[in-house]
């Protein structure tokens, strides 16, 4: 099985946002993090996020494997869960297009005491 847990830092006062990405296959771990576009909101920096974070490990995706994507965004992971976001749409469908199959693949929402990872590196990103 495969994890990602994500997750996104997001500056109101400048709309500035980072990801911060945890990657998990075959029992080892990556690290990543890395400046994203100006967001509207903390909501959009989310999926922006995961997004991110699927394209730096596209070519570490497999088909047959079971996807478990982790995050502390109740309506990132409700929205991917659905395939629905009524201000969000195009994302969900970028997201859903960048996974080898969306049928193996569990969006699982986690407190985010449970999501330090990729919170600390988006804002360690996000801070330098």
Known sequence: M???QTDAAYRPSS???AAGIVFVK???QAQMSGRLKP????HEAEFQALIWGLTQVQKELDAKQLVEIQSDSKILV???QKGYAKHFQEYVNQILALLPNPEL???VWVKDAENKGPHQLA???LNK
């Open 26 to 28: 075959d029992r080892k």
């Open 15 to 17: 709309q500035e946002t």
């Open 105 to 107: 693949t569990f969006f």
């Open 39 to 42: 967001c509207r909101d903390n």
């Open 123 to 125: 804002w360690q990103k």
């Open 2 to 4: 495969i994890q990602i």
């Open 78 to 80: 409700s929205s991917l």
